[in-house]
């Protein structure tokens, strides 16, 4: 195998790979900061209520949009075959094939939002099986109609995100969401301060969709009309390239298919469950994903179109995936240690004291804090494979396999599935009354189940949304096994990726328990006092033990401390 040097990539060294992942880290972060201040808004202004839940339930049925012709697919088909025609210096093919994508995608999103206002009705009630609460689902009906427009712009700025990147433009594509976050959080303040009721904040929430996501496809067009002035809309499928992404599109599209049928189960699960679980979801799912897009998708989308020049160079794409894989899991094994011990610190100090003091609003409670918690510690047991997982699906499209991750995700989705059917229902027989868990025998049997004499959030929270979590991180782990098995078959000398997470062990488990110990010792301090503390302590503590066990990256986030006292 050749030397990891940067000469092995050529002209897209490591340095520029890492500038990429920085840029796009740095896009990311003001987007999903953004997103974090959103969820807050909503969280003061509108909590658990019925127009929080018709929200949560109006805005995930539109994203199957999305999420099917956007980013992750666009990313996949498109982005590998428009970067090879650039690095063979065939400027005029790869425009065609821009156009042609555009156009095409275009025509596809127009027809599937039209459907979706049309039939925005029954629609919804079939994605939930009419298991939401009457007045949940009267209050989504016209949210789901207007937000649907406000997607379709949203695809579109996938295809200029596609172009941007492919010219390594990352910063603009990836904080482009911030314009989406912050048209809706405009909205909330304003129609919040001014007393408006709160089914009428979350209609005045989906407008801001729509807007937001017009603002974010208008700020990153001049740009791309920049790098590539003469691309042109047209529906030319006649073209190599563009037969070749369609080649790609139609197993990543199933692959993406299968993905946002567990979002549609867990949707499906959520509306069966009590009330709150849909809101619930939605405020330990920001959480989540902000490491998963900081720390994995910032490398796996920097690295995707540099993997792409290189598929005919296995032993330096190798190399490749071990960096990435390396940087991936330092920082997420100790993200979930950290959320898994301090979660409802986390949640308290954002959701319940910065969010109160900002907004002057306190709809979220302490009850709905210790629910998110438990959602987002549970959750947090896949965080790194979930993280692990993208760059590897990258790399399998870097070297052309789309239909293997489509299989492996069907078989994660139909996992996540049932584990999350078996455990959910068993959980929401708990309660959460008075930030404490109430009858958690009723999980194994040990007493009869409660009677579910109500369905409000405003008497009492339940974990049945843990369940769903439960789901996840099982289903997260089986992809990863799947996926680390198929690399090996097309690189055989590829790392395993879960080595990267099985040397990080030892130092995420002391994270840990001095997390936990931090927040005993200053559980008598203000919430964000005693958050900053155990957060800090336990990361220097991950740090310094990683750094005596020689991991690479330790030595990375010591390296400016040490040069700064150096020259003190």
Known sequence: MKPESPADDGRTASGSARSGSVLVGAGIMASRVAGLVREMAIGAFLGASTAAEAYRAALRIPNLLQNLLGEGVLSASFIPVYARLLEEREPAEARKLAGAVLGLLTAVTGVLVVIGVALARPIIWILTAGLLPDDVFEAAVPLVRIMTVGIGFLVLSAWCLGVLNTHR?????????????????????????????????????????????????????????????EIRPNLDRS??????????????????????????????????????????????????????????????????????????????????????????????????AAYFALGDLIVATLYQSLAGFVFRSRAFSGDLTMVVWFVLATRSLGLPANGLSRLTQNSLYAVGDTKGPARIAFVRVAVAAVVGLVVAFQFDRVLIEAQRVVDFWSIVGLRGPLARETRSVEDVFRLGAVGLAVGSAVGAWVELVLLQRLLRRHLPGATPPTASIARLAVPGAIAFLVAATAKLVT????????????????????????????????????????RLLWRS
């Open 523 to 562: 559980d008598p301090l203000p919430t964000l006092i005693a958050t900053a503390l155990s957060l800090g302590l336990a990361g220097l503590t991950y740090v310094v033990v990683a750094f005596r066990l020689q991991i690479t990256e330790a030595d990375l986030v010591l390296r400016p401390v040490r």
């Open 169 to 229: 433009r990352f910063l603009l594509s990836y904080a482009s969401p911030v314009a989406w976050n912050l048209a809706q959080i405009v909205a909330l303040v304003v129609t919040g301060t001014l007393g408006w009721a709160q089914l009428d904040i979350g209609r005045a929430l989906a407008w801001a969709v729509v807007v937001g996501g017009l603002l974010q496809f208008l700020v990153q067009l001049p740009t791309v009309r920049s790098v590539a002035p």
């Open 239 to 336: 073209t190599d390239a563009v037969k070749e992404v369609f080649e790609r599109f139609v197993p990543t599209l199933l692959g993406r298919g299968v993905v946002q049928l567990s979002s549609y189960l867990d949707l499906l699960l959520a509306a069966a469950l009590a009330q709150g679980a849909l809101s619930v979801l939605g405020y330990a799912q920001v959480l989540y994903l902000l490491p998963v897009s900081l720390f994995a998708m910032s490398v796996a989308a920097a690295e995707l179109p540099e993997m792409s020049r290189l598929a005919g160079d296995p032993d330096a794409l190798v190399a490749r995936a071990r960096r990435g894989q390396a940087r991936i899991a330092f920082f997420l094994v100790f993200v979930a």
